[in-house]
């Protein structure tokens, strides 16, 4: 089976103008949402209490608020999920300490209904949260200053470093952009979920390079929009096989690995994506219009560079 | 042509076989289990074990099997029920000797954990239990060390018969400052400070309204400082989880001044959050050898000047004299070390308490003298139904010793027994605690939720490999066939690379290997689009599956390169289950890599190679 029976010829970098206008429109309208909506940042960043309870009957979420009021907790946030006996509980980060939190908790929901079950809960104290928060800007900081470096040291050019960088702040613009629209909670999970998209994204896009520098290797004369197009039209059939069979796994953690893992599989699946299609359409794209030509890949005399086996 | 050298076979062959005996344990599955350790400490002998095992018979009580390991027995049951059972048997007859915890034990066959293979431990998300992240005040045992050398300072200078203007430690800059009056002899007073200054960087500074001698401790002895006190409360922390008696605790540091606690099983967390939080402190007393303990304990009361306290280790009384001669945060160090007469403690005290020591002890000879520890606790009780909480001061005697001769600020105690030494020091490490540890977070999972991430990660790690598989078998035929057989191989290679070391498993290290498997398909595309391409050129077959295996390598190289530098950024910066997806993310890429470009070779030369001719690939 092939998804093209024969090596296809579309021609991309004649509509490159069109999606860069549909990149565009996303990365503003990601970056609008992210500024005026922000993220729904979960309690790993935030600090605070979040709490799955399981009632032995059906319990009405008012009373577990009012419950929750009473006690002396801030705004507490109750909601049902799965069935109308199990409850989800968020409350905001407070100066007491983890188990100060838990005690009053437990008090407060043994008064709804002493067989309560504490199922799972989380206090975070608000220092561990600002941290948090701090050290995954760090993470995001050296993954991308890490590629920068890779990308200076494997193309020769910054014409083609230029493409992948901005391929690469692409996806996890759009990614950051759905957490936002959407306001699924973000949670660490999804902060290495955006690091490794941050690493797959890349891959495709290297694995082009890859195929235009083996091109103009071999036709130094040919007009690099034309050389640009053939390596695309090249891989383009590895790109897509590849990422259908990885969104296949990410489908299945999705659907099945339960709510620990929706965020996490969700910002892969979003970030695959994302990457599949700036690596098509955006990095080489970049690199044509900053004049890239075979003299800047093999500046002087081609020399063939045969890697060995393991 | 194709050909591959036969070392490299051997090699692939070697390594598969090798992974596929590690990766094993963990296809048994695992069983209730009961573990059950001496309360001293010491290892449990196989006569002890076989009592146990009869009792338990006697009791009719089932077990499947029961050995022992490190020092403790495991007893493994067919169901929940017998466990508990066996528990409750062993608490109600044992109560004093042992320690029983529940937990799991696997069912790996006898010759292979002999062989120290285990399964991969499980983490908290996916076994139930308590996780705690504690921070240590390391500021203040900073200040503690400051004081320390102020107060000594003031003594040297005392002797020196320099009266100093001000003598103050500054915590900020982690220096002491002694102010001396205009007039004084400055190089009198510092060869004074020479001494309680040792190590300090000293530094002086005149002025109209006199000198001003600084000494600052370096960098490094304020992190030694710091990590002292971490270390101090991790010895304490670990030595009451073990009182807990939980299986597998995890007590570890974390970042500069952090200390993560992981209790598998454990739900109370309020009774756990008690025992862990206890403040300890030292006394060091004299004996009241003129009054008899056993008569004041008999009468319930102690005589004037006295107080009555039981042995912990002996639960008989002991009379103390109310004068106390040295207490905790003045014990710099407690270490086990051997005498002529065996296992010792050497203890070392700052120098105020060992001037006091010394008075004490050359008054005091051939008496006895006493250490108390002193255990803060909130106890929690029901009274009219309403829950009561308050705080208990237990006062317990570790440890009395006769005073063999006249000592200051370095002693040892001796007539001990190697495990009571190594008790005693941590014991007086531990009461030496004066850094004050806050829970900061607390994560609790219960039991049943931890069975279904268990079992939500592994339907999604079947239904995804199955749908790549199938994917792979479609798409590349007798080729795709080969993938799957080389990711399969990956996974199993990943599984063991993990057993081995030690690496627990939560619910993204899953998604990690899941996400392995998808990306482990990326190589074997790129090699195999590369051999199409060579067909499609009109390259012989042979030569193709060469040129293609040629040709992708730097593609490869690179997409890992890639991928690999986000993982060791999350490997780096990030903790727990992050930490444990990381880790499955860079070892998944080194076993993907030889899984695909060594494996795959050889399965396709054996097949392809040689000089047969032929027509087609199946690809």
Same mark, same amino acid.
């Given at each position: 089976?092939?998804?093209?029976?024969?090596?296809?010829?579309?021609?991309?970098?004649?509509?490159?103008?069109?999606?860069?206008?549909?990149?565009?429109?996303?990365?503003?309208?990601?970056?609008?949402?992210?500024?005026?909506?922000?993220?729904?940042?979960?309690?790993?960043?935030?600090?605070?209490?979040?709490?799955?309870?399981?009632?032995?009957?059906?319990?009405?979420?008012?009373?577990?608020?009012?419950?929750?009021?009473?006690?002396?907790?801030?705004?507490?946030?109750?909601?049902?999920?799965?069935?109308?006996?199990?409850?989800?509980?968020?409350?905001?980060?407070?100066?007491?300490?983890?188990?100060?939190?838990?005690?009053?908790?437990?008090?407060?929901?043994?008064?709804?209904?002493?067989?309560?079950?504490?199922?799972?809960?989380?206090?975070?104290?608000?220092?561990?949260?600002?941290?948090?928060?701090?050290?995954?800007?760090?993470?995001?900081?050296?993954?991308?200053?890490?590629?920068?470096?890779?990308?200076?040291?494997?193309?020769?050019?910054?014409?083609?470093?230029?493409?992948?960088?901005?391929?690469?702040?692409?996806?996890?613009?759009?990614?950051?952009?759905?957490?936002?629209?959407?306001?699924?909670?973000?949670?660490?999970?999804?902060?290495?979920?955006?690091?490794?998209?941050?690493?797959?994204?890349?891959?495709?896009?290297?694995?082009?390079?890859?195929?235009?520098?083996?091109?103009?290797?071999?036709?130094?004369?040919?007009?690099?929009?034309?050389?640009?197009?053939?390596?695309?039209?090249?891989?383009?059939?590895?790109?897509?096989?590849?990422?259908?069979?990885?969104?296949?796994?990410?489908?299945?953690?999705?659907?099945?690995?339960?709510?620990?893992?929706?965020?996490?599989?969700?910002?892969?699946?979003?970030?695959?994506?994302?990457?599949?299609?700036?690596?098509?359409?955006?990095?080489?794209?970049?690199?044509?219009?900053?004049?890239?030509?075979?003299?800047?890949?093999?500046?002087?005399?081609?020399?063939?560079?045969?890697?060995?086996?393991? | 042509?194709?050909?591959?050298?036969?070392?490299?076979?051997?090699?692939?062959?070697?390594?598969?076989?090798?992974?596929?005996?590690?990766?094993?344990?963990?296809?048994?599955?695992?069983?209730?289990?009961?573990?059950?350790?001496?309360?001293?400490?010491?290892?449990?002998?196989?006569?002890?074990?076989?009592?146990?095992?009869?009792?338990?018979?006697?009791?009719?009580?089932?077990?499947?099997?029961?050995?022992?390991?490190?020092?403790?027995?495991?007893?493994?049951?067919?169901?929940?029920?017998?466990?508990?059972?066996?528990?409750?048997?062993?608490?109600?007859?044992?109560?004093?000797?042992?320690?029983?915890?529940?937990?799991?034990?696997?069912?790996?066959?006898?010759?292979?954990?002999?062989?120290?293979?285990?399964?991969?431990?499980?983490?908290?998300?996916?076994?139930?239990?308590?996780?705690?992240?504690?921070?240590?005040?390391?500021?203040?045992?900073?200040?503690?060390?400051?004081?320390?050398?102020?107060?000594?300072?003031?003594?040297?200078?005392?002797?020196?018969?320099?009266?100093?203007?001000?003598?103050?430690?500054?915590?900020?800059?982690?220096?002491? %400052? /002694?102010?001396?009056?205009?007039?004084?002899?400055?190089?009198?007073?510092?060869?004074?400070?020479?001494?309680?200054?040792?190590?300090?960087?000293?530094?002086?500074?005149?002025?109209?309204?006199?000198?001003? !001698?600084?000494?600052?401790?370096?960098?490094?002895?304020?992190?030694?400082?710091?990590?002292?006190?971490?270390?101090?409360?991790?010895?304490?922390?670990?030595?009451?989880?073990?009182?807990?008696?939980?299986?597998?605790?995890?007590?570890?540091?974390?970042?500069?001044?952090?200390?993560?606690?992981?209790?598998?099983?454990?739900?109370?967390?309020?009774?756990?959050?008690?025992?862990?939080?206890?403040?300890?402190?030292?006394?060091?007393?004299?004996?009241?050898?003129?009054?008899?303990?056993?008569?004041?304990?008999?009468?319930? +009361?102690?005589?004037?000047?006295?107080?009555?306290?039981?042995?912990? +280790?002996?639960? +008989?009384?002991?009379?103390?004299?109310?004068?106390?001669?040295?207490?905790?945060?003045?014990?710099?160090?407690?270490?086990?070390?051997?005498?002529?007469?065996?296992?010792?403690?050497?203890?070392?005290?700052?120098?105020?308490?060992?001037?006091?020591?010394?008075?004490?002890?050359?008054?005091?000879?051939?008496?006895?003298?006493?250490?108390?520890? !002193?255990?803060?606790?909130?106890?929690?009780?029901?009274?009219?139904?309403?829950?009561?909480?308050?705080?208990?001061?237990?006062?317990?005697?570790?440890?009395?010793?006769?005073? %063999?001769?006249?000592?200051?600020?370095?002693?040892?105690?001796?007539?001990?027994?190697?495990?009571?030494? +190594?008790?005693?020091?941590?014991?007086?490490?531990?009461?030496?605690?004066?850094?004050? !540890?806050?829970?900061?977070?607390?994560?609790?999972?219960?039991?049943?939720?931890?069975?279904?991430? !268990?079992?939500?990660?592994?339907?999604?790690?079947?239904?995804?490999?199955?749908?790549?598989?199938?994917?792979?078998?479609?798409?590349?035929?007798?080729?795709?066939?080969?993938?799957?057989?080389?990711?399969?191989?990956?996974?199993?290679?990943?599984?063991?690379?993990?057993?081995?070391?030690?690496?627990?498993?939560?619910?993204?290290?899953?998604?990690?290997?899941?996400?392995?498997?998808?990306?482990?398909?990326?190589?074997?595309?790129?090699?195999?689009?590369?051999?199409?391409?060579?067909?499609?050129?009109? /390259?012989?077959?042979?030569?193709?599956?060469?040129?293609?295996?040629?040709?992708?390598?730097?593609?490869?190289?690179?997409?890992?390169?890639?991928?690999?530098?986000?993982?060791?950024?999350?490997?780096?910066?990030?903790?727990?289950?992050?930490?444990?997806?990381?880790?499955?993310?860079?070892?998944?890429?080194?076993?993907?890599?030889?899984?695909?470009?060594?494996?795959?070779?050889?399965?396709?030369?054996?097949?392809?190679?040689?000089?047969?001719?032929?027509?087609?690939?199946?690809?």
């Amino acid at each position: 089976m092939e998804f093209f029976s024969h090596q296809t010829n579309y021609p991309f970098m004649a509509t490159r103008k069109v999606w860069y206008t549909l990149s565009a429109l996303l990365i503003v309208v990601s970056l609008v949402s992210f500024f005026t909506r922000g993220l729904n940042l979960a309690i790993d960043f935030t600090g605070g209490v979040s709490a799955e309870v399981s009632f032995p009957q059906a319990t009405d979420v008012d009373t577990v608020r009012g419950a929750l009021v009473a006690a002396g907790f801030r705004d507490p946030q109750v909601q049902n999920f799965g069935s109308s006996r199990d409850i989800a509980i968020r409350l905001p980060p407070s100066n007491q300490t983890a188990s100060e939190v838990r005690q009053r908790l437990d008090d407060a929901l043994k008064k709804v209904n002493p067989a309560v079950q504490v199922v799972q809960l989380d206090v975070v104290g608000p220092q561990v949260g600002n941290e948090l928060k701090v050290s995954a800007a760090w993470a995001l900081v050296f993954t991308l200053a890490g590629i920068f470096l890779y990308i200076a040291f494997r193309f020769h050019t910054w014409r083609l470093s230029l493409g992948a960088i901005l391929a690469v702040m692409h996806d996890p613009i759009l990614v950051l952009g759905f957490f936002s629209v959407t306001q699924m909670s973000f949670d660490l999970a999804v902060v290495a979920a955006i690091l490794a998209v941050i690493g797959y994204s890349l891959n495709d896009t290297v694995v082009v390079f890859d195929r235009i520098r083996e091109r103009f290797e071999g036709n130094r004369r040919s007009p690099p929009d034309v050389v640009l197009d053939q390596s695309i039209n090249q891989t383009l059939s590895r790109t897509i096989m590849t990422k259908v069979v990885t969104s296949i796994v990410v489908v299945a953690l999705l659907f099945l690995g339960g709510p620990v893992l929706k965020g996490f599989s969700a910002a892969l699946l979003i970030g695959i994506i994302a990457g599949t299609y700036s690596s098509i359409y955006i990095s080489s794209a970049i690199a044509l219009d900053c004049g890239l030509t075979a003299e800047h890949v093999f500046p002087s005399v081609k020399k063939a560079a045969l890697d060995h086996l393991p | 042509m194709l050909e591959y050298a036969r070392w490299k076979y051997l090699l692939v062959a070697a390594v598969l076989l090798l992974a596929l005996l590690f990766a094993l344990p963990n296809f048994f599955g695992e069983d209730p289990a009961l573990q059950v350790a001496r309360k001293d400490k010491t290892s449990m002998s196989s006569s002890a074990a076989h009592e146990i095992e009869d009792f338990l018979r006697q009791r009719n009580i089932h077990f499947a099997r029961s050995y022992t390991d490190a020092g403790r027995l495991m007893v493994r049951f067919g169901n929940v029920a017998d466990q508990l059972a066996a528990r409750d048997a062993v608490n109600d007859k044992y109560q004093t000797t042992y320690i029983t915890a529940l937990s799991f034990a696997p069912r790996t066959p006898e010759l292979l954990r002999v062989l120290g293979m285990r399964p991969m431990p499980l983490g908290l998300d996916l076994r139930g239990g308590l996780y705690l992240l504690y921070q240590v005040d390391v500021n203040s045992a900073v200040a503690q060390a400051l004081e320390g050398y102020a107060q000594d300072a003031r003594r040297a200078l005392a002797t020196a018969n320099i009266t100093p203007k001000d003598v103050t430690p500054l915590g900020a800059e982690s220096a002491v %400052r /002694v102010v001396l009056p205009a007039g004084t002899d400055v190089t009198a007073a510092r060869a004074a400070l020479n001494q309680p200054f040792q190590g300090l960087a000293i530094s002086s500074q005149a002025g109209p309204a006199g000198t001003v !001698i600084t000494g600052t401790m370096t960098p490094a002895q304020v992190r030694e400082r710091q990590d002292y006190a971490i270390q101090q409360n991790i010895t304490t922390l670990r030595n009451r989880v073990n009182e807990l008696g939980v299986s597998e605790p995890i007590v570890q540091r974390q970042g500069v001044d952090r200390i993560n606690v992981q209790l598998p099983g454990v739900q109370n967390s309020a009774e756990v959050k008690d025992i862990l939080g206890r403040v300890a402190t030292l006394e060091f007393r004299l004996e009241d050898m003129q009054n008899n303990a056993m008569e004041a304990a008999a009468l319930g +009361r102690a005589p004037l000047g006295s107080k009555l306290y039981t042995h912990t +280790r002996f639960g +008989r009384p002991v009379l103390l004299k109310r004068e106390v001669i040295a207490t905790g945060d003045q014990l710099t160090n407690a270490t086990t070390g051997q005498s002529q007469e065996g296992p010792a403690v050497n203890i070392r005290l700052d120098a105020r308490a060992g001037e006091n020591m010394l008075k004490t002890t050359r008054q005091n000879l051939n008496k006895r003298m006493a250490v108390v520890l !002193i255990e803060k606790r909130r106890e929690t009780s029901e009274v009219n139904g309403r829950k009561v909480s308050r705080d208990v001061t237990d006062e317990t005697v570790i440890n009395d010793a006769t005073i %063999r001769g006249v000592f200051s600020n370095q002693f040892e105690i001796t007539g001990l027994g190697a495990g009571e030494a +190594r008790d005693l020091a941590l014991l007086l490490r531990s009461g030496s605690l004066a850094t004050v !540890i806050y829970p900061i977070e607390e994560r609790a999972v219960g039991p049943s939720l931890g069975r279904e991430n !268990i079992q939500k990660g592994v339907t999604a790690l079947i239904v995804g490999m199955t749908g790549v598989f199938l994917f792979m078998a479609i798409y590349y035929k007798i080729f795709g066939l080969v993938a799957d057989a080389v990711l399969l191989a990956n996974v199993i290679l990943l599984t063991a690379l993990l057993s081995m070391m030690r690496a627990s498993l939560s619910l993204p290290g899953i998604a990690g290997i899941i996400l392995t498997v998808g990306m482990a398909v990326d190589a074997n595309v790129l090699i195999y689009e590369r051999i199409r391409e060579e067909l499609r050129k009109g /390259v012989s077959p042979q030569a193709a599956i060469r040129a293609g295996f040629e040709k992708a390598l730097s593609a490869i190289t690179d997409s890992n390169i890639t991928t690999l530098i986000a993982g060791v950024v999350l490997w780096v910066l990030g903790t727990g289950p992050i930490k444990g997806f990381a880790v499955v993310l860079i070892l998944g890429i080194a076993t993907s890599m030889f899984t695909a470009l060594m494996g795959s070779r050889a399965v396709l030369t054996l097949m392809y190679g040689g000089r047969r001719k032929i027509a087609r690939l199946s690809i």
